[in-house]
C-alpha cells in the first residue's frame, strides 16, 4: 500500500519560513517524480513545485519561483519544500503527490498517488 504522509505545516508570519517534508512507503521511490500542490479555501487544487525521479531540474509555479526549493533525499524516500518569504497568499493546505512520468506534469489527474495535506497559514 502506497502511503504519502506530509508533515511540517504551521502558522508562520509574513516573511518567514517553512520546511515540509513528505515521507513515503509502499513504492520504488527512485521511479517516481514527486510534486508539491496546494489548495486554498475555495479555490482548485494547484501545482507548486517538481522535481524528477533521480533529481536535477526542478520545477515551479512562477508564484513560488526564488521563494520555494523543492528536493528529494531518495536514501530517506522523502521530498522536501523548503518555503522561504512566505506571504499570505501562501495559505492553503499542502499536498505531496508522486508520479512516474519522467518530465514532471503539472496537472492534477496526471499524479497517482497524495497525500492527506498539511496546513499552512501565514499570518500577514
Known amino acids: 500500500q502506497v502511503r504519502l504522509v506530509e508533515s511540517g505545516g504551521g502558522l508562520v508570519q509574513a516573511g518567514g519560513s517553512l520546511r515540509l517534508s513528505c515521507a513515503s512507503s509502499?513504492?520504488?521511490?527512485?521511479?517516481?517524480?514527486m510534486g508539491w500542490f496546494r489548495q486554498a479555501p475555495g479555490k482548485e487544487r494547484e501545482f507548486v513545485a517538481a522535481i524528477p525521479w533521480l533529481g536535477g531540474r526542478t520545477y515551479y509555479a512562477d508564484s513560488v519561483q526564488g521563494r520555494f526549493t523543492i528536493s528529494r533525499d531518495n536514501s530517506k524516500v522523502t521530498v522536501y519544500l523548503q518555503m522561504n518569504n512566505l506571504k499570505s497568499e501562501d495559505t492553503a493546505v499542502y499536498y505531496c503527490?508522486?508520479?512516474?512520468?519522467?518530465?514532471?506534469?503539472?496537472?492534477?489527474?496526471?499524479?497517482?498517488?497524495w497525500g492527506q495535506g498539511t496546513q499552512v497559514t501565514v499570518s500577514s
Open positions: 503527490a508522486a508520479d512516474t512520468v519522467v518530465v514532471p506534469p503539472r496537472e492534477v489527474r496526471e499524479y497517482d498517488y
Open positions: 509502499g513504492l520504488t521511490f527512485t521511479r517516481y517524480t
